[in-house]
C-alpha cells in the first residue's frame, strides 16, 4: 500500500513551458486535492475532485488546469509556467470530502521552481 | 484572507518538557479542528483532530484543546521528544466544506 505518490519530486521549468504534475492513489478515496505551499504560508487548495469525471476549483487555480479520468489517478496541469507558481505541491486524498471529518492523507509533495 | 492563523512561527523546547503550539480562527461556522506534522521533504501527515462539539481531545502524549467563545485551541505535547521536531499546521473546516483552511505553520525545535 503505497499511498499517495507524486511524481516528479523536482522540477525546473522556463516560463512558458507546460508540465504535468502525477499524483496517484492506492486507497481507493472517492476525493482528491490539489495545494501548493508557498514559503511561510499555510497550504492553499488549487483544485480538488469529489469522484471520477467530476472536478473543481479551489481557492488559487488560475493558471492550473486538471482531470479525473480514474478514480486513483489526479494529475495537474500547468499550461504557461509563470515564476509565480514556484512552490511546493501536494496531493492529497480522503475517503470522504465531508469537511474534516475525513482525515486527508498527503503525498511527499513535487517541488517546482520557475526560471 | 487567512481564516486560520498561527502567530508564531517558531518554537524551541527543551526534551521532556511541554511544548504549547497555538492556533487562531475567524471563521465561526468552523466546526471540525485538525493538526497535521511535517517533515522536511515530506507531505502533512494527520495528528490528532477535535469536533466543536468538544473542548479537549487526548492521544497519547498530544492533547488539542478547543475554546469555541475564543475561537482558538492549542495543541500540547507532552513530554517533548526530539523526533517532535518539525512543522505542525493547525486547520480547520466548517460542515460540508470540502476544503481544509491551513495556517501558516509552527516550526517546533525539540533540544536535547
Known amino acids: 500500500n503505497a499511498g499517495v505518490t507524486q511524481t516528479p519530486k523536482f522540477r525546473i521549468l522556463k516560463i512558458g513551458q507546460s508540465m504535468t504534475l502525477q499524483c496517484a492513489q492506492d486507497?481507493?478515496?472517492?476525493?482528491m486535492y490539489w495545494y501548493r505551499q508557498d514559503p511561510g504560508m499555510g497550504l492553499k487548495l488549487i483544485y480538488y475532485s469529489v469522484g471520477a469525471g467530476i472536478t473543481d476549483k479551489g481557492e488559487v487555480p488560475n493558471g492550473y488546469n486538471v482531470s479525473r479520468s480514474t478514480t486513483e489517478d489526479f494529475p495537474l496541469r500547468l499550461e504557461l509556467a509563470a515564476p509565480s507558481q514556484t512552490s511546493v505541491y501536494f496531493c492529497a486524498s480522503s475517503y470522504s470530502g465531508t469537511g474534516g471529518y475525513n482525515e486527508q492523507f498527503f503525498g511527499p509533495g513535487t517541488r517546482l521552481t520557475v526560471l | 484572507d487567512q481564516q486560520v492563523k498561527q502567530n508564531s512561527p517558531s518554537l524551541s523546547v527543551q526534551e521532556g518538557r511541554i511544548s504549547i503550539l497555538n492556533c487562531d480562527y475567524t471563521n465561526s461556522m468552523f466546526d471540525y479542528f485538525l493538526w497535521y506534522k511535517k517533515y522536511p521533504a515530506e507531505g502533512p501527515t494527520f495528528l490528532i483532530s477535535?469536533?466543536?462539539?468538544?473542548d479537549k481531545n487526548e492521544d497519547g502524549r498530544f492533547t488539542v484543546f478547543l475554546n469555541k467563545s475564543a475561537k482558538h485551541l492549542s495543541l500540547h505535547i507532552v513530554p517533548s521528544q526530539p523526533g517532535d521536531s518539525a512543522v505542525y499546521f493547525c486547520a480547520a473546516s466548517g460542515p460540508y466544506d470540502y476544503k481544509l483552511s491551513f495556517g501558516a505553520g509552527t516550526t517546533v525545535t525539540v533540544r536535547a
Open positions: 477535535i469536533s466543536s462539539i468538544k
Open positions: 486507497m481507493n478515496h472517492n476525493y
